[in-house]
């Protein structure tokens, strides 16, 4: 599939950057070039699934294309994860080896054997291995088929050689959709994903992007990092908001900054791939949807207010047995865990069904939080929840019964040094309350419900 | 000094002792994401914590966050004036 594109853009494009990065710039042929030394060691593998070690964008694409050359399934690894989860889960997967395409070929790290037990799930159809970004819990992993993954990249004469952003993690499912669409069409990939709002602010303007994707979060640290005047000096044609709910603030910010672009939010899912797109300027997404529903993807809402997909680009998981994973098996309704609400014939994102958290975005469980806290010495009772934040959605708040006669400041220091070294940054509460007691449900659980949390009061 | 720029100065020096780091005394043309370091998050937990103290939060209607800090003490002291 990519491979394919490579070597088309290679041959018609001569040294074409597909790629730059804050180190170096990269040409279609040299990426191709890269995954085409790999072969040797690599072609044994063919029909079985490798990991891809390399965390940085040009690694990735290699990975991608070695796979892609060598007709192995790969998986790429969500940034951040540890060697030791990679190791477990190449073992569950079946992957048979681990690829870093940073490593030297003689280099023996370069590709490493696993001791694999499973077999490995069966692929009907050429696929690729993402990880979701763990609604319910840790990350899984979701097998996509090419064919699906690619089934949304625009190939008209407008998307051709275009220069494209890139502010999510490439093995994020936006991130993936942002790459596929730019190396599909000849396109070249400025890769800010490690930026400073301030340096991304500064790429699109100095290197002239014209394609941008990013979360409304992003959007407003750039549009706050950058003085208004310059951005006269941009040549944005569409902006792209995904990940988490645009508000209408963020979309009316954007459209005065860039007046001439084509502004749209994006509602797609790991689990479920890209399900439709807005256009028109406003939050949420228009009534209409549900009985007309947008190209590829039908839409519902059950009676306590979920928000129901039924959409043939659906990924597979590893305990999934309705294999939809071609996109041509008969799709099934699936619930995506987003609440909605309807006000003026338009529909709202609400929150999360499972009390998840939406920080920036990512997707917080309050009881994985509440699991560290409760083993620091000196805390008696914990509840982890959302406070509302203008900035990100929410951030995470801690309300704390300490122990009797304990210090309420030693404890707080404590909760917050367990919590740095156990979770990532945006799992670590950002407000600590100490409570007298916490209220509970009739059977004797915490109360989460959102008029518990309302009428509590922190100890003075 | 005057006590909206003094609050907003704690907060954020706050949020850095909290990540275990020392917050030099910021100039107006300091950049928050810049030359002051603080990324989405960390503003986040300012915003929230100004809003509870000072009572006000001016990026409720989901406007960009601002530059510098001279712009996000000017910004707190036009709401503050307004309510």
């Not at chain 1, 023996?108 to 799930?121: D, H, I, L, P, Y």
């Not at chain 1, 051709?160 to 490439?170: E, G, M």
């Not at chain 2, 915003?47 to 009572?55: A, I, M, N, S, T």
């Amino acid at each position: 599939m990519i491979a394919g594109r490579f070597e088309e853009q290679a041959r018609i494009g001569g040294a074409r950057l597909a790629l730059r990065t804050s180190e170096r710039d990269w040409s279609y042929a040299q990426l191709l070039e890269h995954a085409g030394q790999f072969e040797q060691q690599l072609n044994k593998f063919a029909g079985q699934q490798i990991g891809i070690v390399g965390q940085d964008l040009p690694a990735r694409i290699i990975g991608l294309l070695v796979a892609d050359l060598n007709g192995i399934t790969p998986c790429l690894f969500p940034a951040g994860i540890n060697p030791s989860s990679m190791n477990d889960w190449a073992v569950r997967m079946g992957l048979v080896a681990l690829l870093n395409p940073s490593a030297r070929l003689a280099d023996s790290s370069a590709v490493v054997s696993t001791e694999r037990r499973a077999s490995g799930t069966a692929v009907s159809a050429p696929s690729l291995w993402l990880f979701t970004s763990g609604t319910t819990g840790p990350p899984q992993p979701v097998l996509h088929s090419w064919q699906a993954l690619t089934s949304t990249v625009h190939t008209s004469s407008n998307f051709k050689n275009r220069r494209w952003l890139l502010a999510y993690d490439s093995a994020s499912f936006a991130g993936l959709q942002v790459l596929l669409q730019a190396l599909f069409t000849g396109g070249t990939i400025s890769d800010v994903s490690q930026c400073t709002p301030e340096e991304s602010g500064q790429r699109i303007i100095s290197e002239q992007i014209e394609f941008a994707s990013g979360t409304p979060t992003f959007w407003r640290m750039v549009l706050g990092a950058v003085d208004p005047q310059q951005w006269q000096l941009a040549n944005l044609k569409q902006i792209t908001l995904g990940g988490e709910a645009a508000s209408e603030g963020t979309l009316t910010a954007l459209k005065a900054a860039f007046p001439h672009a084509r502004i749209s939010h994006i509602y797609a899912t790991s689990e479920l791939g890209v399900c439709f797109s807005v256009s028109d300027g406003h939050a949420g997404f228009p009534a209409s949807y549900l009985q007309t529903p947008p190209a590829g993807c039908q839409l519902r809402i059950t009676g306590d207010g979920e928000l129901e997909v039924l959409s043939s680009h659906c990924g597979r998981t590893l305990e999934d047995d309705e294999v939809c994973v071609s996109g041509d098996a008969t799709p099934t309704w699936r619930a995506t865990g987003d609440l909605v609400e309807l006000r003026d014939d338009r529909i709202y994102f609400t929150g999360r069904k499972s009390g998840a958290i939406l920080v920036g975005g990512g997707k917080v469980v309050p009881e994985e939080i509440e699991s560290v806290i409760r083993e620091v010495p000196g805390v008696a009772e914990v509840r982890i929840s959302g406070q509302p934040s203008s900035v990100l959605g929410a951030i995470v708040k801690a309300d704390v019964v300490a122990s009797p006669d304990t210090d309420s400041s030693t404890i707080r220091t404590a909760i917050l040094a367990a919590c740095q070294a156990q979770l990532p940054r945006h799992k670590v509460p950002a407000m600590i309350e100490f409570h007298n007691t916490l209220p509970r449900t009739p059977s004797g659980k915490l109360a989460r419900s959102a008029e518990a949390t309302k009428n509590l009061r922190p100890k003075s | 000094m005057n006590p909206i720029r003094e609050t907003i100065l704690e907060t954020m020096a706050q949020v850095q002792a909290d990540r275990g780091r020392m917050l030099a005394p910021p100039g107006d043309r300091d950049t928050l994401t810049g030359t002051l370091g603080f990324d989405s998050l960390d503003l986040a937990v300012v915003v929230v914590r100004l809003e509870q103290r000072l009572g006000c939060d001016p990026f409720r209607d989901g406007r960009p966050l601002v530059a510098t800090f001279g712009e996000l003490v000017a910004l707190y002291e036009q709401a503050g004036g307004e309510s």
